[in-house]
């Protein structure tokens, strides 16, 4: 679906965000519920957010590659106020973003909120798998707190 869909719909698809050139490959994979994240073709190394060559060895032979979305969280933060989005309601708490490391390649992270748990659950090293909601009636990723990873919930 996402292959077959123009740049203008791409456009009107993710009014929120600004697509570009570069990352106009990364929201085509959202609105087939894949999360592709640019690699080298020449070293093999995955990077984000998506740039016209690679940082790590200046190749510009670069291919959107589906990651799995397995990763652990980096940074945690609760957002007490910001820009309205569906599904984000300031007024019954804080709104939790992450930066996840990638297991594909550690260092390589992905942000976005965690849904599915309290927003106090949230901590920096628990594993997470991705997950999609609709946004503007386009699937947005998001990230789940994976089996065993919330408090108390082990063993
Ligand atoms: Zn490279």
């Not at 589906?66 to 609760?78: D, K, N, Q, W, Y």
């Not at 989005?85 to 390649?105: C, F, M, R, S, W």
């Amino acid at each position: 679906m996402g292959a077959s869909v123009d740049d203008a719909e791409l456009v009107d698809r993710f009014p929120w965000v600004q697509v570009t050139h570069d990352n106009k490959h990364l929201f085509r994979g959202w609105l087939d519920r894949k999360l592709l994240i640019d690699r080298c073709d020449d070293c093999g190394r995955f990077h984000h957010p998506p740039k016209p060559i690679c940082p790590e060895c200046w190749s510009s032979r670069i291919t959107p590659t589906e990651v799995s979305g397995r990763g652990t969280i980096h940074l945690a933060m609760a957002l007490h106020q910001g820009a309205p989005a569906p599904g984000v309601d300031y007024a019954k708490g804080p709104h939790p973003v992450v930066a996840v490391d990638l297991e594909e390649q550690p260092g390589v992270r992905f942000s976005s909120t965690v849904v599915g748990c309290d927003p106090s659950e949230v901590e920096i090293g628990l594993p997470v798998e991705l997950d999609w909601v609709e946004r503007y009636g386009s699937p947005f990723p998001v990230f789940r707190l994976r089996e065993g990873a919330k408090r108390g919930g082990k063993g």
